[in-house]
């Protein structure tokens, strides 16, 4: 026993020994930490910890040689000496690095983004990656990682990347804009979003990050809205270099609380205390103000440039016409929610249904007898507003498929009604225009102007050149005249 004991002490000693001796400068726990690559992706400590190709050597089987594998690990390859190359080249530098999180670069682009006049390049992926590859005198330093998604979102529906200068001092930044879109049985929304990261020497972060852009259709929910924004930055009198957003949109039934975007938390209605049962609730438009403070663009202020409003309906249901004619709208409610609804009318007219039933808003409902056409004949007009597409009342369609303001217009000789024009007007600005009635070319006699769409989503590549929106409001007018029997589209105005 007691040889036994000793046996195991020496051997314990031995042991300790042997790995006194030979416990290199490096020791195996330093050389994994700097083996995978995945330490350099971290935006803030990317580029300053080179992989070091030498450390993955002992990981190579010295002994029998093996069949060879389906995914063989790749050999690191050094950093790359090609001022120009191509994306398969990065690519292939990349994964053979360890870098992941995408399959393949597509695209490439090439400036000084550090500011020391020698140009950079900046690999862009086809996932959320983006490599920024700074050039170090006689090859690109391994990259710097930026470009995330949306926080909590695993893809983008689309991305756009570019360069522009946003802190004055006339080196690029790099920026990154994307868009998502969610969608449910009832409602759809699109959000874009920018992220914008700067270079100094060796290292990148991100300097702003925020949405940019939103669009949503909840008929039966929370309403419609789109909100757009653009910026600019500029020096202000101080020399302090300020970024400048403009919001501006039009909201109904939506306070921004908890969801994207969120604008003023105070002009929401409930921190109002205003009602919106029986109204039209149209949101605000600021100006949102970021200062540099040499590290990111902080938020300065809000200016805002117009307040939310509450909107009230003209409300009218019943009207009578020359001999006392009685028309008349019948109404079924939507009680699916208390701050929104479409609801459903059908006109009548001596007690008979003239019209098909189309979507309204009962408080925004209104019937009159008007001359329109010039003839001292009264017509029968009828105008609402209301929501897209209902999802309670599937034969509700907005022709437009918008938030629209509709006006019908009837001829009626004492026997029988006509409908001699049926519009929809897309609603776009806080003074609800969708469908107007003027004489717009002074003739005296009365045209009907109708706004043709509800904003389109634009690509960044145009056609006449890049631009920043990706939502665009058409301000295309339709001029509807009266011919004698019916009001038919004559021209457009606008574009
Ligand atoms: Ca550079
Ligand atoms: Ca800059
Ligand atoms: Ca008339
Ligand atoms: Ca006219």
């Given at each position: 026993?007691?040889i036994?004991?000793?046996l195991?002490y020496l051997s314990i000693?031995?042991?300790?020994l042997?790995?006194?001796c030979?416990?290199?400068?490096?020791?195996?726990?330093?050389?994994?930490t700097?083996?995978?690559?995945?330490?350099?992706?971290?935006?803030?400590s990317?580029a300053?910890?080179?992989?070091?190709?030498?450390?993955?050597?002992?990981?190579?089987?010295?002994?029998?040689?093996?069949?060879?594998?389906?995914?063989p690990?790749?050999t690191?390859l050094?950093d790359?000496?090609n001022?120009?190359?191509?994306?398969?080249?990065?690519?292939?530098?990349?994964?053979?690095?360890?870098?992941?999180?995408f399959d393949?670069i597509?695209n490439?682009?090439?400036?000084?983004?550090?500011?020391d006049?020698?140009?950079?390049?900046?690999?862009?992926s086809?996932q959320?990656?983006?490599?920024?590859?700074l050039?170090?005198?006689?090859?690109?330093?391994?990259?710097?990682?930026?470009g995330?998604?949306?926080?909590?979102v695993?893809?983008?529906?689309?991305?756009?990347?570019?360069?522009?200068?946003?802190?004055?001092?006339?080196?690029?930044?790099?920026v990154?804009?994307s868009?998502?879109?969610?969608?449910?049985?009832t409602?759809?929304?699109?959000n874009?979003?920018?992220q914008?990261?700067?270079?100094?020497q060796?290292?990148?972060?991100?300097?702003?990050?925020?949405?940019?852009?939103?669009?949503?259709?909840?008929?039966t929910s929370?309403?419609?809205?789109?909100?757009?924004?653009?910026?600019f930055?500029?020096?202000?009198?101080?020399?302090?270099?300020?970024?400048?957003?403009?919001?501006f949109?039009?909201?109904?039934?939506?306070?921004?609380?908890?969801?994207?975007?969120?604008?003023?938390e105070?002009?929401?209605?409930s921190a109002?205390?205003?009602?919106?049962?029986?109204?039209?609730?149209?949101?605000?438009?600021?100006?949102?103000?970021?200062?540099?403070n040499?590290?990111?663009?902080?938020?300065?202020?809000?200016e805002?440039?117009?307040?939310?409003k509450?909107v009230?309906?003209?409300?009218?249901?019943?009207?009578?016409?020359?001999?006392?004619?009685?028309?008349h709208?019948?109404?079924e409610?939507?009680q699916?929610?208390?701050?929104?609804?479409n609801?459903?009318c059908?006109?009548?007219?001596?007690?008979q249904?003239?019209?098909?039933p189309?979507?309204?808003?009962n408080?925004?409902?209104?019937?009159?007898?008007?001359?329109?056409?010039?003839d001292?004949?009264?017509?029968?007009?009828v105008?609402?507003?209301s929501?897209?597409?209902?999802y309670?009342?599937?034969d509700?369609?907005?022709?437009?498929?918008?938030?629209?303001q509709?006006?019908?217009?009837?001829?009626?000789?004492?026997?029988?009604?006509?409908?001699?024009?049926?519009?929809?007007?897309?609603?776009?600005?806080?003074?609800?225009f969708?469908?107007?009635?003027r004489?717009?070319?002074d003739?005296?006699?009365l045209?009907?102007?109708?706004?043709?769409?509800?904003?389109?989503?634009l690509s960044?590549?145009?056609p006449?050149?890049?631009?920043?929106?990706?939502?665009?409001?058409?301000?295309?007018?339709?001029?509807?005249e009266?011919?004698?029997?019916?009001?038919?589209?004559?021209?457009?105005?606008?574009?």
């Open positions: 026993m007691k036994r004991l000793l195991v000693l031995f042991i300790t042997l790995a006194a030979t416990t290199p400068t490096e020791s195996p726990t330093a050389q994994i700097s083996a995978p690559a995945t330490e350099t992706l971290s935006p803030t990317a300053t910890l080179p992989p070091e190709p030498s450390s993955t050597s002992t990981l190579v089987p010295t002994g029998t040689p093996l069949p060879p594998t389906e995914t690990t790749p690191p050094p790359i000496t001022p120009n190359p191509s994306p398969e080249e990065v690519q292939a530098y990349l994964l053979s690095n360890g870098f992941s999180g393949e597509v490439m682009l090439f400036a000084d983004v550090n500011g006049a020698v140009t950079d390049a900046v690999a862009i086809d959320a990656p983006l490599f920024v590859f050039w170090q005198g006689d090859r690109f330093a391994p990259p710097a990682q930026t995330e998604w949306r926080e909590g695993n893809n983008a529906d689309g991305r756009y990347v570019y360069l522009k200068d946003y802190t004055a001092d006339h080196i690029t930044e790099i990154n804009d868009w998502y879109s969610e969608a449910g049985e409602y759809t929304v699109f874009w979003r920018r914008i990261t700067k270079c100094e060796d290292t990148c972060r991100v300097i702003w990050n925020d949405w940019i852009a939103s669009y949503g259709d909840a008929p929370t309403g419609m809205f789109y909100y757009n924004s653009s910026d930055a500029y020096g202000d009198e101080q020399g302090q270099i300020i970024l400048e957003r403009l919001y949109g039009l909201s109904v039934y939506w306070s921004y609380i908890g969801v994207e975007p969120v604008l003023k105070e002009y929401t209605p109002l205390g205003w009602d919106t049962s029986t109204s039209e609730f149209i949101d605000v438009d600021l100006s949102r103000r970021y200062i540099w040499g590290t990111e663009f902080e938020f300065l202020e809000d805002v440039l117009e307040m939310p509450l009230d309906g003209d409300v009218q249901l019943e009207a009578f016409g020359p001999r006392q004619v009685r028309a709208i019948r109404l409610l939507d699916t929610s208390a701050t929104y609804r609801d459903r059908q006109l009548y007219l001596d007690g249904p003239i019209s098909n189309f979507g309204c808003k408080d925004f409902t209104k019937i009159v007898w008007e001359d329109i056409t010039g001292r004949e009264e017509e029968l007009l105008w609402t507003v929501g897209d597409q209902s309670l009342w599937e509700l369609f907005a022709e437009k498929g918008c938030f629209h509709r006006l019908m217009v009837y001829t009626w000789d004492g026997d029988t009604a006509a409908q001699v024009g049926n519009f929809v007007g897309c609603v776009r600005r806080t003074d609800l969708g469908v107007t009635i004489d717009y070319d003739d005296g006699q045209e009907i102007l109708v706004a043709a769409l509800w904003p389109e989503f960044p590549d145009q006449d050149g890049f631009s920043q929106d990706y939502l665009r409001f058409s301000q295309l007018v339709e001029i509807y009266w011919d004698g029997t019916q009001f038919i589209l004559g021209s457009t105005t606008g574009n």
